[in-house]
């Protein structure tokens, strides 16, 4: 019987973070009372977001836009590393021990999130963690400015299962390359996640863990 391939699969904002990312970024570009404005400015929106009645992705589009939308791509790439390399403390320790053991093994790792791979991905240059791959949401630019879209759709809920699929299909040849479309009997998939919008890759995975939120001890 052939071997599969085990993956990791790692949710971002409070499964290896003890606070979300997207409100923190913010705060440190913008500060704390213009974050605390524009919660208020579209507090409506984010009721009818907490009610099911407005879509998570809309909402989280208007805010990235509000604070980012216009910015030039070189300069939020920078405050994102800046970001990232400011705000270490806001990992878990504990998992992110749990990612190095798993790529010392040699397993394969990926970091499925709803937020923004620009930002994302410093947080593990950061620690020096070469070899996973973040899978997030993108963003979309034009002439070089951000657009304050998204060009993907928002990385929650079955989208992470559709990403993990997408980035395990594999195109084979070189002269005349062949798609071979995602085999899921060929993967034991371990996935680790702390809300709803880790439901279906938990679900999906052969084992998926529910991480407990607690801070980081001082």
């Known amino acids: 019987m052939e071997e599969k391939e085990k993956i990791y699969c790692f949710d971002f904002d409070g499964t290896l973070t003890t606070h979300d990312t997207l409100i923190e970024i913010i705060r440190y570009h913008a500060g704390s009372w213009k974050l605390l404005w524009s919660f208020l400015l579209y507090s409506p929106i984010l009721v009818l977001m ?6 998570n992705w ?11 939308g216009g910015m030039q791509i070189e300069t939020f790439n920078c405050l994102c590393k800046q970001f990232a390399k400011s705000r270490q403390s806001l990992l878990r320790p504990h998992m ?11 397993q394969q790792v990926f970091i499925v999130s709803a937020s923004i791979d620009n930002w994302v991905r410093p947080f593990f240059d950061q620690q020096g963690i ?6 997030g949401t993108e963003v979309e630019t034009h002439h070089g400015l951000l657009t304050g879209r998204f060009s993907t759709p928002n990385c929650y809920g079955e989208e992470k299962v559709r990403r993990i699929s997408q980035a395990l299909t594999i195109t084979k040849g ?19 996640g702390d809300s ?6 938990l679900a999906f995975a052969d084992e998926g863990y529910l991480v407990k939120q607690r801070k980081n001890k001082s």
């Open 58 to 68: 809309k909402a989280k589009q208007l805010i990235f836009t509000h604070f980012f």
């Open 174 to 192: 070189e002269a005349k390359p062949v798609v071979v479309p995602f085999d899921r009997t060929h993967y034991y998939i371990v996935a680790y």
């Open 130 to 135: 070469v070899g996973l791959e973040v899978i």
């Open 96 to 106: 992110i021990d749990l990612i190095r053991q798993v790529l010392e093994a040699r």
């Open 50 to 55: 907490k009610l099911h009645l407005y879509p």
């Open 196 to 201: 709803r919008g880790d439901k279906q890759m």
